[in-house]
């Protein structure tokens, strides 16, 4: 089954040189750093564009120490970055104010500075994201998200998504042949009823499946939290990533964007 | 000889009014092997969550020295008694299989250290020790059947069930699996539809058939009579011959046991 299954879910997972020292870092580091890049991104207007080009180099520098190459970054993101720039590309026809001539279109100013803003804004952050998954385990993120106290059930619920998404998609990929076999190939609107039923087969089934998981929980002793085994352990190298980071883009974020 | 597991006259009804358990007499014995045969909707799974305490019905039950009665007595009956569940996917829930074998250690009130030597113990012991750091959903139906029994090994539990060990398992799984439950000293209750593995591991055999116990005997005499199998929805496969099963060597270990169990009665 696991070897049929879960090409939905391939390009997930460490990637890399996966001895290198971004990939040893704990974990609670590469979470504070990379989602600090992200925030002073997202919260910097556009005026102050060296903020960018910092958070830019800082990013750029964990990639090159992990060795994730931008093949691998690009097609990581290639589902996410599409999707925000889809949303984005309007902007410069929906807002008003100062009109500029693009070629035959001719769009607003305002709207034109808005759509390069969210998309720097929405690269930089899908870089940063994509880095920590190519960079640490997603239990090791979940032990740093709970050492970094995130409420325990977020935590929990994470990591049942994260054990459950590879069954749930096998159940999807054998719905879905055994669809195939008896020949659905929808044409119609009409006819997509069908995949209705199985959304809603789907949906039972999984509903049952966790109180099997709860039953499975209790038998062994489960009375409300779950206990944790990992201890993390904070070393010098993880000091210095983060100050390095910090060094790199709070200060000119600072200078750049005085009240 | 003092038993693990004694139920008398063990009732149980669903909301919906069907009575799966109606009146269950059963007792085992320290260090015994016990198949749980039957067909489906027999009460297997019903009877098998009433020794976790995930169900509760009226009659006696006393399971692992716990009268099982009241809150306090299940948590206590939980740790006691190891059930793996019938499907790995349900039991393995969490995001790697040392965190899943700690689980229940943990759960126990034990130290992190202490939890650990469980987990290299309890993986050890179904020869699964390399994959401590994998994800469940890396790994083979059979090897996350073997995992799923490290689960609760860990518990050091006094009585082990398990629930269709041998479900969507291929041949050479199943034998690998066998290997395994073979090795482990434990009292084991084993609900199975498969029953030349229960043959070869078990040396007695009840049938549980509409809510009751219909026979309990030595393994290799109820699987020999055909009328009692047939009569309650059961068979061997066409050609398994049991009596050879235990001349030949195979099984020869259940045989084995059965006689010093009747010797030291």
Redesign the interface.
């Known amino acids: 089954m696991s070897g049929l299954c879960n090409h939905a879910l391939q390009g997930t997972g460490l990637t890399g040189n996966t001895g290198s020292p971004v990939h040893r870092l704990d974990p609670r580091a590469k979470v504070v750093g990379l989602l600090g890049v992200s925030l002073v991104a997202v919260t910097t207007p556009l005026s102050a564009w060296p903020v960018y080009l910092a958070c830019a180099t800082a990013l750029a520098g964990v990639a090159a120490l992990a060795r994730v190459g931008p093949r691998t970054i690009w097609r990581r993101g290639r589902f996410v970055i599409p999707l925000v720039l889809f949303v984005a590309v309007f902007l410069p026809f929906v807002r008003g104010g100062e009109q500029v001539e693009l070629g035959p279109l001719s769009v607003s100013a305002a709207g034109l500075a808005a759509f390069a803003a969210v998309s720097v804004k929405a690269v930089l952050g899908t870089v940063s994201a994509i880095l920590l998954g190519a960079t640490t385990t997603f239990p090791s993120t979940l032990r740093a998200l709970e050492a970094l106290r995130l409420p325990r059930l977020l935590v929990l619920i994470a990591g049942f998504v994260y054990r459950y998404l590879f069954v749930v998609v096998d159940e999807v990929q054998r719905m879905r042949a055994a669809l195939a076999a008896r020949g659905y190939r929808p044409r119609s609107a009409l006819q997509a009823g069908a995949v209705g039923r199985v959304a809603t087969a789907l949906f039972l089934r999984t509903h049952s499946r966790g109180e099997r998981v709860y039953l499975a929980m209790l038998s062994r002793g489960y009375a409300g939290s779950v206990p944790m085994l990992d201890r993390l352990r904070f070393r010098a190298a993880d000091v210095a990533f983060v100050v390095t980071i910090a060094a790199l883009v709070v200060p000119i974020r600072i200078v750049e964007v005085l009240p | 000889m003092s038993c693990v597991l004694s139920a008398r006259d063990l009732r149980h009804r669903y909301p919906d009014g069907r009575e799966a358990l109606r009146g269950v007499a059963l007792s085992i014995s320290h260090g015994e092997r016990v198949a749980l045969l039957g067909p489906n909707g027999a009460g297997k799974t019903t009877f098998v969550?009433h020794l976790?305490g995930?169900l509760q019905g009226t009659g006696e039950l006393q399971v692992a020295g716990v009268q099982v009665d009241g809150d306090q007595a299940i948590?206590e009956l939980?740790?006691r008694?190891g059930?793996v569940?019938q499907?790995p996917?349900?039991?393995?829930?969490?995001?790697?299989v040392?965190?899943d074998v700690?689980?229940?250690p943990?759960?126990?009130g034990l130290t992190?250290e202490q939890?650990?030597a469980r987990v290299e113990e309890a993986l050890a012991a179904v020869r699964m020790g390399h994959a401590a750091e994998r994800?469940?959903?890396?790994?083979?139906?059979g090897e996350r059947r073997r995992v799923a029994i490290a689960?609760?090994l860990a518990?050091q539990p006094e009585l082990l069930v398990l629930d269709e060990p041998t479900a969507n398992l291929d041949p050479r799984a199943r034998r690998e699996l066998l290997l395994v439950l073979d090795e482990i000293q434990r009292t084991m209750l084993v609900v199975t539809h498969d029953l030349p593995f229960a043959a070869e591991l078990c040396e007695r055999a009840v049938i549980l058939s509409e809510g009751r116990i219909v026979a309990d005997g030595a393994c290799a005499s109820i699987l020999a009579d055909e009328h009692l199998l047939a009569r309650h929805d059961l068979e061997l496969p066409a050609g398994f011959d049991v009596a050879c099963l235990v001349s030949s060597g195979r099984g020869r270990r259940a045989h084995q046991r059965l006689k010093l169990a009747s010797a030291e009665a």
């Open positions: 969550y976790n995930l948590r939980r740790s008694v059930l569940f499907d996917d349900d039991q393995l829930f969490m995001p790697t040392r965190e700690a689980f229940g943990l759960n126990q992190r939890a650990l994800a469940p959903h890396q790994l083979s139906m689960t609760v518990m």
